[in-house]
């Protein structure tokens, strides 16, 4: 078994700057690699591309439709265009253009939505958005992406890059713990079992892993030894990873900063109710818009916390 | 190729469409029979592309994207007939696992065709995005659009005016089919446009004129188009065409912008139409 102290925290950063990181070098390495942005160049932290690749960055301003068709519109030609803007203006604002041009099209676009989510915080709910996976995930030819720190969404951003097709990128505001090692293994579709455990399965992406290993270890102190699963990639979802694991513990909970309709959880749930029907508790926003508050006042009052974790994990646990 | 021959073409393109939408019973006969003279013109003259050999990336070729893509059947029965295709598949035009969806779409490798479109408002952002894109390949091709009058009240049209204009786009030749009518009425009725010359001007753009039906007005305005290329702004052709052109009984309404002519309207149609090229 995986000890829960392998998680040590190697720092705290924003999953957004892993974004930047990655961009950067997958821009030095990868020649065709262009860049789009809303008017959001520091807060997606595309400065740095910017600054070294002039010619490759495209401020197209506050016209997000037109940007994602521009981008469809440059893969005609070879070019792999990254679009950069908060989640809300990458998803439900654009979601026409992303459908025909980029989805339908099968168009090479990866579509980096930053500011996903409650944790956006004092901006309010305007701009929170929490129904982006479940659009983006019902799209056809759709690669969904939920990156847990800094060092993953930097991985995952110069692996999008080496991958043909759309892809929708999702990370966030806050500083949060790095907990994966820069040098992890990682696979577009291929889940992390973070912590190995026998009683419940505990399925997470983004912001949620670290708050499903705090459940983790604070379950192991009451005797619960949980699997913690971290599903970064939500199309294609790992349903080999989902079966072995939930085979074994018999339950499951999921963990995500987005609407229980059409998230994570409903993924899962559509693997378990097909192949092994299981109890599952969702941890989740439950059908209501967020507010203005800090990403921790909001987390808590939303019930997205680590707290949450743990009562829907014992919650199952009386249900197996 | 004289301007005969074109029209010639042209006509036997206006007997595909309405053949294509009778079959089916459905489809935009309209704004195809309107847009025939022009795609021949662009298809058979102006472009420079590989009909036999078609290749996503359009590569060191023009580019051409249909933003109106509801007037699938004119491109359709182009791409045939310059050899993109076999033109017996313009029969499959609307049906079951046809490569000829309702309106053009990718999924099915149609060649042709580069992007799907259909909800309006987008081709001219698609447009910007490869013209920059031949730019930064070093490629001195040229990307066409074509576009509704009435698809100029999509919003993302003026936030893609304002992009190329602002970015000196000037390897982009966009067109738009001013035909005046739409689906629910005259464009006059439903939402004017107000002076479009203006509007494109004022947005930045080179603004071209010319009549849709007329192929020695048309060369020699999408030549002097091509002129302007590479002097750092947009170009734009402001087309006047009549809805239906060739088709007495759908010019000069616009209740033939998706509705499909009933056997005694076709007969009356091909009627009109000559079969210059052989009937696919």
């Not at chain 1, 998803?91 to 099968?106: E, F, H, L, N």
């Not at chain 1, 291929?190 to 290993?213: N, P």
């Not at chain 1, 619960?224 to 074994?248: F, G, W, Y």
């Not at chain 1, 009052?301 to 014992?314: F, H, L, P, R, S």
Request: hydrophobic share 40%; net charge negative; glycine share 10%.
């Amino acid at each position: 078994m995986t000890e829960t102290t392998d998680f040590e925290v190697l720092g705290k950063k924003d999953t957004r700057s892993g974004f930047g990181e990655g961009l950067l070098e997958i821009g030095r390495k990868n020649k065709d690699v262009v860049a789009l942005c809303a008017d959001l160049t520091g807060s997606l932290k595309m400065g740095d591309f910017k600054a070294e690749f002039p010619e490759r960055f495209f401020q197209v301003g506050i016209a997000e439709a037109n940007m994602m068709c521009m981008a469809a519109g440059m893969t005609v030609g070879g070019k792999i265009p990254f679009t950069g803007t908060f989640a809300n203006f990458s998803t439900s604002r654009v979601y026409d253009q992303i459908r025909q041009s980029i989805a339908y099209s099968k168009k090479n676009v990866k579509i980096c939505a930053s500011h996903a989510g409650l944790t956006l915080g004092e901006d309010g709910a305007t701009h929170q958005v929490l129904e982006d996976i479940g659009m983006m995930k019902m799209l056809p030819n759709m690669t969904v992406i939920v990156p847990c720190d800094f060092n993953q969404t930097k991985q995952a951003t110069m692996a999008i890059a080496e991958m043909e097709g759309p892809v929708y990128l999702r990370f966030g505001r806050p500083s949060v713990p790095i907990f994966i090692k820069p040098d992890a293994d990682f696979q577009i579709g291929k889940a992390d079992v973070l912590i190995e455990g026998s009683d419940v399965t505990i399925i997470a992406c983004g912001h949620l892993v670290w708050k499903a290993i705090e459940a983790a270890k604070e379950l192991s102190i009451h005797g619960i030894s949980a699997e913690v699963i971290n599903m970064h990639t939500i199309k294609p979802l790992d349903s080999a990873s989902i079966l072995k694991s939930v085979k074994k513990t018999g339950c499951v909970v999921t963990a995500e900063e987005h609407m229980i309709n059409g998230g994570l959880g409903d993924s899962v749930a559509q693997v378990l109710g097909q192949h092994l029907p299981s109890p599952q508790e969702y941890v989740g926003v439950n059908d209501t818009f967020g507010e203005s508050g800090t990403p921790a006042e909001l987390m808590t009052k939303y019930g997205i916390d680590t707290i949450n974790v743990v009562e829907a994990a014992k919650k199952v646990l009386q249900r197996k | 190729m004289d301007n005969q021959e074109l029209s010639s073409i042209a006509t036997q393109v206006r007997r595909d469409i309405v053949r294509m939408v009778a079959a089916v019973s459905s489809g935009h006969p309209g704004g195809s029979l309107g847009c025939a003279d022009f795609l021949t013109l662009l298809y058979f003259e102006v472009m420079k592309n590989d009909s036999s050999n078609f290749q996503m990336d359009g590569k060191n070729e023009d580019v051409f994207y249909l933003s109106n893509g509801h007037i699938s059947p004119v491109l359709y029965s182009v791409l045939a007939r310059s050899g993109h295709f076999p033109v017996a598949e313009l029969a499959t035009f609307r049906k079951l696992s046809s490569r000829l969806q309702g309106h053009p779409a990718t999924d099915k490798k149609i060649p042709g065709v580069r992007m799907a479109s259909g909800s309006l408002g987008q081709g001219l952002s698609c447009g910007i995005g490869t013209a920059l894109t031949k730019k930064m390949n070093g490629d001195d091709s040229l990307v066409y659009t074509l576009h509704g009058d009435g698809e100029l009240q999509e919003g993302q049209i003026w936030e893609a005016a304002i992009y190329a204009a602002g970015n000196g786009v000037d390897n982009l030749i966009a067109t738009i089919d001013y035909n005046g009518r739409q689906i629910d009425g005259d464009l006059e009725d439903v939402l004017p446009l107000g002076n479009l010359s203006q509007k494109w001007q004022a947005f930045g753009w080179e603004v071209l004129e010319m009549d849709g039906h007329n192929m020695e007005e048309m060369r020699s305005t999408l030549a002097k188009a091509k002129s302007y290329v590479g002097n750092g702004k947009p170009i734009v052709i402001i087309m006047k065409t009549e809805m239906g052109q060739g088709v007495d009984y759908m010019m000069g309404t616009h209740k033939w912008h998706g509705a499909a002519p009933n056997d005694e309207q076709l007969a009356s149609a091909l009627g009109q139409l000559e079969e210059t090229l052989g009937d696919y």
